[in-house]
């Protein structure tokens, strides 16, 4: 089993950046792939990003096209957590924003990955 709690939502407006934190506990942490999933009202959940559990200095990731060159994910496994700092956000990056992982390679279906976190709101205003 693996825990995971999400911080670092907000208010913020256009243009603005944010970092979300996902705090990860229960197993080797740097076996996970850990990867960023959105739900905007109304809409299914999507992909954002994730991030190989380990691979020396730099870790490989993947973005939806949506956010690359304005997201960032990133993880310290000494830390056990993973990151996302969002720069230059825009209104329809409004969401509830969750972590999750998996074993395995990196994929961007949400049903494989295995655990969960609560989810954190981030709004940006126009």
């Known amino acids: 089993q693996v825990q995971l709690v999400e911080s670092g939502g907000g208010l913020v407006q256009a243009g603005g950046s944010l970092r979300l934190s996902c705090a990860a506990s229960?197993?080797?942490?740097?076996?996970?792939?850990m990867g960023w999933f959105r739900q905007a009202p109304g809409k299914e959940r999507e992909f954002v990003a994730a991030i190989r559990g380990s691979g020396g200095f730099t870790f490989y990731a993947d973005y939806a096209d949506s956010v690359k060159g304005r997201f960032t994910i990133s993880r310290d496994n000494a830390k056990n957590t993973m990151y996302l700092q969002m720069n230059s956000l825009k209104p329809e990056d409004t969401a509830v924003y969750y972590c999750a992982a998996r074993k395995g390679p990196i994929i961007r279906t949400d049903l494989r990955y295995d655990f969960w976190g609560q989810g954190t709101q981030v709004t940006v205003s126009s």
């Open positions: 229960g197993q080797t942490f740097s076996a996970y792939v």
